[in-house]
């Protein structure tokens, strides 16, 4: 009698080599060095720490125009920009959504070596493409990882992380936040925001948010940075609160010596947990932008993309119950470039 051996259906794939897209968009990649100061409330005052922290970001145009996440650079003074071979730049925030996770900044002077990622398609992704990203996990700088697309999640119930983001299995950990997330072409399909994790670490869960959410945020709307970081509240969210009001723009951070501190908006000083997420209480809660609701995002965004220098925000806003009225100008706006498709 011949014996037979079981034998797998489908021949499986060799494993994908991204050695030569890496070697062309390696130096578009960047390591953020932030100096972070925090102000707690410890009961008893406030706690100060300073510190700095580590990311990643990626240029995406010649000028110096850098995307990178907005927790990366939202609490930081100064912002550094080191390149593939230790060159550092200072940078600038030129717009910033919390909401998206999502900031881009501008450096001056940057060389002319340094190559410029394209910004790829992120509706033309498809579960199973192979990607990699090219990060600072734990301080050590371009490190590749690699993986597929585990999934593409668009949930605008996810609470106050990104809802609409690209999964993958390739390997995330601290640091590569911020980071490009590349297609097999070299082509930036997701900036890293957050992983899903019971450790602390990576367990192949890694959320990146689309390119074309990037692109349409930062480069073809962007809204002038006025120095405050929000968490969109939902009536949901809202109502945990019980507060009589269907959204809100949460204030967690107030950016020093900028148009929104000049003006005296008032970020939070009590971090709580809200859903699993880390918030910062106490800040201004704002309800209308001009005489737009809060949860009229859209609309709000269109209004601010057109302010014009100089010109003031109207804010109503609620502090310690009372609602009041504050008008910040909108500060030197940087010209941003459109990108090319």
């Known amino acids: 009698m011949t014996a037979f051996a079981l034998l797998p259906l489908v021949l499986l794939a060799e494993p994908k080599s991204f050695e030569a897209a890496f070697e062309r968009v390696d130096s578009s990649v960047v390591t953020l060095r932030v100096g972070l100061t925090q102000k ?30 907005a927790h990366v650079v939202e609490e930081a003074e100064p912002i550094v920009v080191e390149l593939r071979d230790g060159v550092t730049l200072q940078a600038e925030i030129v717009t910033l959504s919390r909401t998206e996770d999502l900031a881009l900044l501008k450096v001056e002077g940057l060389p002319k070596n340094v190559a410029v990622a394209p910004l790829g398609d992120s509706d033309a992704v498809k579960v199973g493409q192979p990607v990699f990203s090219i990060g600072t996990p734990l301080g050590l700088t371009h490190s590749l990882t690699a993986g597929v697309v585990s999934g593409l999640r668009q949930d605008e119930h996810q609470g106050l992380y990104p809802g609409h983001v690209i999964q993958t299995d390739a390997a995330l950990n601290q640091g590569n936040s911020g980071g490009p997330l590349f297609n097999e072409k070299g082509e930036v399909i997701g900036i890293c925001s957050y992983i899903a994790s019971t450790s602390g670490g990576s367990m192949g869960l890694g959320f990146a948010v689309p390119s074309n959410v990037a692109r349409r945020r930062l480069f073809e709307h962007p809204i002038p940075y006025l120095g405050v970081s929000l968490r969109h ?85 609620l502090r310690e119950g009372k609602q009041l009225t504050v008008d910040v100008p909108v500060p030197r706006r940087v010209t941003v470039p459109k990108l090319r498709k």
């Not at 410890?42 to 110096?64: C, F, I, Q």
């Not at 009001?245 to 000049?262: C, D, F, H, N, T």
């Not at 269109?302 to 100089?310: A, F």
Request: proline share 3%; glycine share 18%; hydrophobic share 40%.
């Open 40 to 69: 707690k409330d410890s009961g008893n005052g406030y706690e100060l720490k300073v510190g700095y922290g580590t990311g990643t970001g990626v240029v995406l145009h010649p000028d110096g125009f850098i995307v990178t996440a």
């Open 233 to 317: 509240l939902n009536a949901q969210v809202m109502g945990l609160f019980n507060l009589p009001y269907p959204a809100g723009m949460l204030i967690e951070l107030v950016r020093p010596g900028s148009a929104a501190q000049k003006a005296g908006l008032k970020g939070g000083s009590i971090d709580a947990t809200i859903g699993g997420n880390v918030v910062k209480l106490g800040g201004d809660l704002i309800l209308k932008v001009g005489d737009l609701d809060a949860q009229e995002t859209e609309k709000i965004g269109e209004y601010l993309v057109g302010m014009k220098e100089g010109a003031s925000v109207h804010y109503t806003i």
